[in-house]
């Protein structure tokens, strides 16, 4: 090989290396403290939406099964338990 093509390729390789060193802050990432705990509470907050839309969606799904005399009892037992709890029985 050549010295000019041995020097093309020296460079190439170094191009290739400079560019994938990671150097470089990430797009996506925050420039200051404050921008990521805002991004970190939003975060939160979205799975909190999350985690309560499957509760409620679980809910729903729990008492669709349920016949109507098993809500009735269920309903009879957990005013029992508030009442039991507050010492009114």
Request: hydrophobic content about 35%; charged content about 35%.
């Amino acid at each position: 090989m050549k010295v000019i093509t041995k020097l093309l390729l020296a460079l190439v390789f170094i191009s290739f290396i400079h560019t994938s060193c990671g150097t470089k802050s990430p797009a996506d990432g925050a420039a200051t403290v404050e921008e990521a705990e805002a991004q970190l509470a939003n975060k939160r907050k979205q799975d909190a939406k999350t985690a309560k839309k499957a509760k409620k969606k679980s809910e729903k799904h729990y008492w669709s099964l349920q016949s109507k005399a098993a809500k009735k009892s269920i309903k009879r037992n957990k005013r029992r338990q508030k009442r039991k709890a507050k010492g009114l029985d």
